[in-house]
Structure formats: C-alpha cells, structure tokens
C-alpha cells in the first residue's frame, strides 16, 4: 500500500512540476480558414483543436472556422470522421486553408481507451478494435452484441438462441476459464453494466473491444476477460437535427428438420412398435394406435384426443370432413386419419419485428445535447412469446464558465420479455422438441366444434388455448444518471469529478387459474408467484488529467480515484389455494387449511459488494514515431479478506516505422507502419456471489433434535486471491497507398489463481469450498485485411476480412489424486497402442472440448453379413449384452434370456483394440466442440446514392452432437414424430440404407442410435449475417421534400448458413438438442434527417 501511494504522489508531483515550468502565455492569435475535401466542397463539423489544449472550434456549413491560440507556436489539430487527420503549425500566419483527404480505411479515426481518454489509430499502442455506428445500425437488434458478429478479430460472439430478447455469448481471446468462457466486463458512458440489454443500438456512437492487458489493465480486477466499452451520441455544435429511423421486419423460423407427413408418421412408427413387440399399442388409443374414439371428448377423455382409426361404416363420413386414408402396413386395413399437430397453432410461421426511434442533438460554443426516444417490438414464434423494450437516452454539456463544464446523461429502459420458460420447465428447449415433433393425427376439435386442448398434457398441446389459462409479467426497468463537471485547472491541467447510479429492478408475475392439465384432469391448484428485484449501483471517480506538447514531446496524463458500491435486495412468494379465478393476488389465498400453508413460501436475498481503486495512466510519443502507454490500477475488493488488494499494471509501446527517414523512399506506396507490442495483468473475483462466499456460505435453516438452526454448507478460506491474467502481445499493422490495411498479431494470454469449488465427501458435512487452484493458456494469431478496392465520384467499392486462430491449454489443476489431476474425462483405447488412456473432461496438459465417441461401422445387410460377426460381442446396451450368432449358439438358456441376439438391421461399431468386445473404451476421437478459427469478411459496392453491403462470419474446425435428430430417429419418446432421415433405416426392402433399422424406443435399448459419429456434426460455417441494399435520395430531392436526408432500406440478418451442419444454430458449438433456432429475418426501413 505505501508502495502504491508513493507512486501516486510522485504521478502527482510530476503534474506539478510539469504545471510550474509552463510557460506564460504569450501573444494570443487569431487564426482563420476554410476546410474542403479533395473535390473542392466544404467540410461541415471538423473539429479544429490548439494541440496540447482544450482549445477549439469546428467548421461551419461553408467550411470556415476561426480561432483564438496562444503564439505562433500552436499547433492547430484538423480532424474528422471519415477524413485524414492533419497538423498544422501557425507560425506568423492568421490564414490556415486546408484541404481534407478522405480516409477510407479509417487510419486516423479516434479510439477510446477509457476513462475519457482518446487516441488516433495511428497512435494506439494497445489491443483495441472499434466497431462504428454505421454498423451497429444496418439491422434490428434486442441486443446491440448481435451487430457485432464478425466484425471483431479474436472475439467470438455466437447467437445461440433465436428467443426475442436473450443475449449473445462473447468471449475474447479464448476468455479466462479452463472451459473457454468468460464475460467481459461492460462499460457504458463509464457506468459498469452486467450486459447491453438496455442500450439502444441507434444512440450508440462506437464500440471499442479492449483485448489485452496493456489496455485492459485501467480496469484492473474486473477486466480478465476483456472489456467493451460503449459510447453513446453526443450533441455537435451547429444547426439542430432530427433524425427519425423506422424498420419492420418479417422473421421465418430456420428449421433444418423436416418431420414425416401424417401417413409416412403412421407407416414407420407402427412398424417400428411392431418390430418392438409393443403390438398392444398399435390398438390401443394414441396418436398412431387405432382405438381411437372420434365421438368421445378430447377435453375428457384421451380416447378422443388422436383421430387415427380403422376405417369403418360408421365414421366413413369423416372422409367428407377431411379426414385422409392410407393401407395399414400391419394388418392391410384402411386406416382414417386426420392431419394435423399442435404446432399449427403454437407455432407462428411469421413474427413480426418492429423497430422505432427518434432523436434530436445540436449545439453551440456553450452547450451541447442529445435526446432520443425508442420502441423496439419483437415477436416470438412460439406465440405466447416476445420482447418489447421502450428506451430514453439523454446527453447534454454545458460551460457554465470558460474554465468550468457540466455533463449529464441519463438513460432509462423498461422491457417485458416473455418466453416459453416463463411457462414451464426447460424453456424453449423442451418446447420445440415437443412442437416440432408433435404426433401430425391430433384431432383439433371435437364433434361439437369445441378445441381441443390437451394431449397427453397440456404442455403438449394446444398452446394457442392454453395461455387462457395462464397469467405471466416479466418487466424489467433501468435506469442510469451520470453527472460530471470538468475543470480546467489551468491550460493544461483539468479535473473531472463524476457521479454515476445505475438501477436495476425487476419484477415478475406468475399466475395459473384452473387449468386442463390432462384430459379430463383439471388442475385447480391456482398457483401464484411474485418476485422482485432490486440493483443500485453507485460509482464515484475524481481524474486530474495533464495534456502538453512541446517540440517535439506529446504527454497525456491522467490520475484518478473511484469508489464502487453494489446491492442488490430480492424478494419473492409462492402460493397455492385461491378460492377462485378471480382472486389472484396471495393475500387472498385460503391459509385457514393446513394443506394450503404448506404450499405458500417466501424467501427474501441481500447481497452487496464495494470497492476502492487508484488508476492512472501515462501516454507519450516523441514526433509520432515512438510511443508508449502505461497504466496501473490498485484495487481493494469487499470480496476478500487477507488478499483484499490487489496490483495491476499495463504496459505497451509501439513504433511508426513509416515516419523514418530511412523510409523516405517508401512514401509513395507505403502510407503507414508501426510494430507494436504490450504486457499487462488483471484480475477477477467475478465468480464470488458477493455474499462472502470466502468466508463460508450458509444454507437454509434446519432442525437438530428438536433445535432451530442454521447450516453451513461452504468452508471459509479466508486467504483467497484475485485470479489473475497475465498477457502479451506483439502485432505488425500496414496500410500501402492509403487503400489497403493489413495486420498481424500474436498474443499469450495465461490466466492462474482460477476460482473453482473443491468438492468434500458427505461425511464432512458441508459441499464444497472456494480456492485458487487452476491455471489456463490462451494464445492465438490475429490477421486483418481493409481495402478499398476503387474509388471515384460516383463509385466506391470496399471489402474487409479478418481471422483468428486459437489454441488453448489447461496448465494446472488441484490436486485430486488422478493422472494429470483430471476432472471428469473417459477412458478409451489409445488406438495406436491399445492401452487405456484418459481424455476428455479437464486435465493437466490438454485442451478443454475434446470429444470422444463410438464410430458405426457397418449394419448388418442379411442373414449373411451375420456370419462376418458370429463372434462379435457388444456389452454396452441397457438392455443386455449383443451377441454374434457364433457366442450365442455357445450361451445357456439363461444367458440368452439376459442378452440379445445380433441382428440383421443392427450397427456394428468399431473395436479400436481388436479384442472382438465392443465396451465403453472403444470409443475415438470426433473433434473439438470449440471453434479453432473464427472471422469474417464484409463487402460493400455504392455508386451515387445506392449502396450494397453484405457481412459474413464463420467458425471453423469444431464438432458438437446432434442429440436432437438421435432423439427423433431413436423414437426415444415412443410415439412422437421422427425426420425425414427415418425413411433411410434399414428394412428388408431397403436393405442399403444408411441408418440402422428403426424400433420403438430403439427396441429398449439395443444401441444402435447411441452417441456416435452419424450423429456428429461439423459444425464449420459461414453465415449471411447482414445485406442491406439502401438508396439515399439526391440533395435536390431531399431540398425538395423539405429534408436534410432520405434513405431507404431493405435488409436481411441470418439469411443463410453454409454449412454441413443440421442443427438449429452450428453456431451454439455444443448440443442444442431441441433449442430456439435462430431465425431468418427481411427487414424494411426508411432514415430520414430534418
């Protein structure tokens, strides 16, 4: 700690010193000029700043400016989105005129590095990417991070769900976890968030993705895994705009299965219980059973739920009612049938999106503002889901004197987010697993036209009818204020002292009346829950900054303080016993019986978090050829005890090479290079609830013979530490001719002291405790590539790629006993020695994601391929060992009736150590369910007014298991749909089929739809995230119609994958068994500006 302080006071007094030796003012110029790009127009809004000073101005509608300096030594700074910054030195002159070159590739464009620091590209020294507005904005989006696929290098942003609302996954550079995740700390105008649910991507003015430690070090303890850093819209000086933007769009459900029709569904699932010998099905009531009822109540009785029949006199008139007919392939009778599924009704076939905003800013010499307002409405497809979010952002600066300026935002949110996991268990998972393959026989209504509800229960049924009976809120509001004031101390010494609040609260109601739980089984629990919640967060910082230039010395210096403090309060009840429908509320429920007390409950949380950090952070060049950054922060967390503090420093330098004189003959083709490279470390305690869990954590209360107490269920450790991730990096950057960017970088990433649970045995009587006992190693290469393909007055044409390779390792685990220190993992068959060999799960020199699986073979084609396998021996199947016919014609009576005879139709799999015994050890290796590489690449063609843009991403070189279509093909649900896949299996009229011979319920058991490779995907692609093809209106026009600006738009998200991949979203990169797929969106919008 006297370290740190010492080090603070010497930042401090070299501020001072550098104050002291500033010299007097001296004769103040007037300086004057027009600025026009490289046609000779006028150059609105470009921002012309006293080097070293908060001195400035901007350029009016005709392109002047003028401004007050101080001698004839400033340093005038011209700079402008879209152009090539430039420097100007006065000298005896009162007459600048500049010209501005178009910068295409964005190499002077500014960077955020935090803590309101900013810096040109060309003198960024650290890992950051930025993503502009112009593409934040194409789409439609719940959650700004979905703009973002692709257009990072090194960060993954997967969509791994299509529900309304919900929130990518990012990781960045490998993350920080032994399993590759790891979420980044959010920070939004400076107030740290959980996520961006709340931000509306159209107030967003950039985004910069903070990568390495060298530029993540100013946030010290929480920035491990990277941050994100979002700056909104603020006000220009000049003429006041609104701008009005409105987009629609029609979502379609991506859907990579297709299920059997209605008489294909009752061929294959009847013969499949037939080969079962599940032959009382076929009979009996059911979705492909014949005992069905078609006068009998669907409501009342499950006879009448299915419509599938043998054809008779008596029910022939349903033929004239739409029923259908097709030959029993059992028994050759005519079967009647009606086709249809609950997913008719449950599922919508298009949800409408909707996306509204409105803004204003404008701005004088004194004061600037930015004001917004926006609707953001997107429908789910199952239909009683959806998101609508209504956002309010407010930004304003005012000089109150010339030394003096206030700032003030404030953002408020409020969103109703509803989902099928509102509703039951499992969530959107479990409902499209049961909508899509939902039995095509089900009767809608009944004789007397009522609809039918239930199937087997009303979670399988009908949900259009259902959601009468069921009452669901989901709101949640936020709401964010900063206030700052900056003083500008002296020329080139200021002070910001900033307050931020960030509130969060949530609220959600679940109501059930009386409710058709099964056919003629009426639920009359009427069940009710409430719960709430509640965040304040407040933050409070100090920063004195130092900014001159001299000669040919450029220094930015800031120092800074801030207090954080976090609690979040919850409470929530649950009820059962309302007398009736119309009495929802749980005060009044029946609690005079005992039954009913017994079902009500309530539970209330507390939970809070402080810290206290010192940063700073000094940034030098000498003549833009050499520069260097360094920061450090001190941070002391309430999540600790005897490690409360903790050091994180960051360092990074890099070098212009261009700006050499030994480069002078390069300048004609070689616009810029610079070698940079940086070193830094971070910490987390993320994973801590903030309950103290170091300390021990205490259960729910129990009762010890007779006595009331409570019971510890976590250890305390008080010595627990910071994780910590330690980085290097090295990256090359070019640009050739101002029209072509290139890149390269490696980094090392180690993250050690990882958090983790230790398990205890039951006997100890407590679960687990926290320690630091892991150790991980991320390194990856980095390539980017811009280019500006042609350019003239009417035409450009641009494109963009870029790359990552990543590689990870586990370097360290706790001591457990096992080889390597594994956790969790399988053995298998080393295949080149035949040995046993542990992989998989989490061990000690290798990468996390392995997959390992059983490989198919063969299947058995006739009664002849059975003597290839006379001696073949399967032990793995639940329902008995699989014996060739050779070992079977040797087993007893007994041993026959516990084992099963291979047949013809079953898998054979592959015996990795050639001992004729197939066993949980014979499993090979499938690939890794983490992507080695990740990109994208954008293109873009505009001539005049019409622009077309298109952006890709992909994933390459990883596997996940397609559970899903195991599921459907094993008919592991007995009477469910199958795919279309299932008309492949083998039979003996198709005896070449690619899949094994389908049963019921895999003929309890046999394996031939076990985990294996036919069920193993690549999951390598390349989606269509984004083409947006807009035309803006001619001035004229626009003149005309009394606007500023018209554009016009047509865009599609996710329009396609390409990929070999069958699942919902290859993207997830794991099991989506039956998930939210994600969907395919055209959208239509207009911008205007007034």
Known sequence: MKNIIRLITAVLTAICLFVSVDVAAKGQVRVSGRILDSSGNPVVGVAVIEKGTANGTISDSEGNYTLTVEGSEAVLTFSCLGYIGQDQTTGNRSLINVTMQEDTLNINEVIVTGYGQTVTKDKLTAAISKVSSEVLERGAHSNVLQALSGSVTGTRISTTTGQPGSSPSIVIRGGAALDGSGTPLYVIDGIQKPDLSDINSNDIESIEILKDAAATALYGA????????????????????????????????RNTSEFLAADDYLYYLRLAAYRSGNTASLSAPGPYGTG??????????????????????????????????????????????????SRDVSV???????????????????????????????????????????????????????????????????????????????????????MYSAPPTMRRYNLDGEEIICTTNWE????AAAQDFFYRRHTNYRFTFNQGLKFNLTKHLSLKLNGMLYMNMTEVEKSNKAYLSKPG????????????????????????????????????????????????????AYGQGADSDDFIS???????????????????????????????????????KYLASFSARYDGYSKLVNNKWGFFPGISAAWNIHKEDFMSDTYDWLSSLKLRAGFGQNGNVNILSGAYDLQGNYGKTGNYNGTYGILINKLPYPDLTWEKTTSVDVALEAVFWNRLSASVGVYNKVTSDLLATVPYPSSSGVGSQYTNNGKVRNRGLELELDATLYQSKDWMVRMGVNATYMRSKILQLPDNGNENNRQGGEQVYDPHTGKLIWVGGKQ??????????????????????????????????????????????????????????????????????????????????????????????????????????????????????????RWYMGLFQGTFNTIKESKDTWSEQRPDATYPILMYADNKYRNNYRVSDIFYDDCSYLCARDITLSYTLPDKICKAIRMKRLTLSVTGQNLFYLTKSSLYSPEYGADDESGYGIPRTVLFGIQATF
């Open 222 to 253: 929480k920035a491990n895994a990277g941050v994100v850093l979002v700056t909104t819209k603020q006000g220009k000086r000049g003429m006041a705009e609104i701008f009005f933007k409105a987009k629609v769009g029609l979502s379609y459900l």
């Open 292 to 341: 069905n009822v078609y006068e009998a109540d669907g409501n009342a009785s499950s006879e009448g739920v299915y419509s599938t029949m043998f054809l008779t006199d008596e029910n022939a008139f349903l033929l004239d009612q739409g029923y259908k007919s097709m030959v029993d392939p059992i028994t050759g009778k005519t079967i009647i049938y009606n086709e249809f599924s």
């Open 348 to 434: 919508r076939d298009v949800a409408i999106t909707q996306d509204y905003n409105i803004s204003a800013s404008g701005g004088n010499d004194r004061g600037k503002y930015y004001a917004s307002i926006g609707y953001y409405d997107e429908q789910g497809f199952p239909v009683i889901s959806g998101y609508k979010r209504i956002s309010m952002l407010g930004n304003g600066s005012y000089k109150i004197t010339p030394w003096l300026e206030s700032t003030s935002s404030f953002n408020f949110s409020q969103s109703d987010k509803l989902g099928v996991s509102d509703y039951i268990s499992g969530g959107e998972k479990n409902f499209f697993g049961i």
């Open 460 to 463: 399988n049924g009908n949900w």
């Open 521 to 572: 089984i009426w639920n009359e629990d009427r069940g009710r829950s409430d719960s709430y919640a509640r965040g304040v967060t407040q933050t409070y910082n100090a920063i004195l900054g130092y900014e001159n230039s001299w000669g040919d010395h450029n220094l930015n210096v800031i120092a800074g303080y801030e207090y954080y403090d976090k609690y979040n309060f919850g409470f929530n």
């Open 586 to 624: 749980l005060g009044y429920f029946d609690k005079t019986e005992e039954a009913n007390i017994a079902k009500i409950s309530m539970n209330s949380t507390h939970v809070r978090e402080r810290s206290m950090s010192f940063f700073g952070n000094v940034m030098y060049d000498y003549q833009g």
């Open 844 to 965: 000690e020199g290798q990468e996390y994601g392995a997959a390992y699986a059983f490989r198919m073979t063969d299947i058995i084609r006739s009664n002849k391929d059975l003597e290839r396998y006379a001696w073949y021996k399967d032990v793995t199947p639940a329902g008995g060992t699989i014996y060739g016919p050779g070992i079977w014609a040797t087993l007893t009576a007994e041993e026959q009736q516990k084992g099963q005879l291979l047949q013809p139709g079953d898998a054979v799999f592959y015996d990795v150590n050639g001992d004729q015994v197939i066993d949980q050890y014979d499993r090979v290796y499938m690939g890794n369910l983490i992507p080695r590489w990740i990109g994208g690449l954008n293109f873009s063609v505009a001539w005049k007014g019409l622009e077309l843009y298109a952006k890709f991403d992909y994933a390459l070189d990883y596997v996940a298991v397609n559970s899903r279509k």
